[in-house]
Nanobody, 123 residues
Framework: EVQLVESGGGLVQAGGSLRLSCAGS????????IGWFRQAPGKEREGVSC????????YYGDSVKGRFTISSDNAKNTVYLQMNSLKAEDTAVYYC????????????????WGQGTQVTVSS
């Protein structure tokens, strides 16, 4: 059974940083693409970033380019999202997702999702 568990969320002031973790289990990690999404109250779910474990290719949404960095630790079956220069607009529940195809993850159609971690940015 594929499972994804997010951690690392919290409260931070604008301009600060957080690092989120997505720990995976129940699948062959390097066969998958892992993505981060976020959803704020009253807003649509937004793609943040994703990484293909097999070839290292990455994707970033326009709103986070230059501020967020995605990376992986394959030995720990974990993907990280380093978030710098945080803005109030980054406040949301952040979810990780997994699928075998980059296009499926980028489009938000992943088969597997975590339960989310709250990020709140004060200003």
């Amino acid at each position: 059974e594929v499972q994804l568990v997010e951690s690392g969320g919290g409260l931070v002031q604008a301009g600060g940083s957080l690092r989120l973790s997505c720990a995976g289990s129940g699948f062959t990690f390097d066969d998958y693409v892992i993505g981060w999404f976020r959803q704020a109250p009253g807003k649509e779910r937004e793609g943040v970033s994703c990484i293909s474990i097999s070839d290292g290719s990455t994707y970033y949404g326009d709103s986070v380019k230059g501020r967020f960095t995605i990376s992986s630790d394959n030995a720990k079956n974990t993907v990280y999202l380093q978030m710098n220069s945080l803005k109030a607009e980054d406040t949301a529940v952040y979810y990780c997702a997994a699928d075998e195809l980059m296009n499926t993850v980028v489009s938000g159609r992943s088969d597997y999702w975590g339960q989310g971690t709250q990020v709140t940015v004060s200003s």
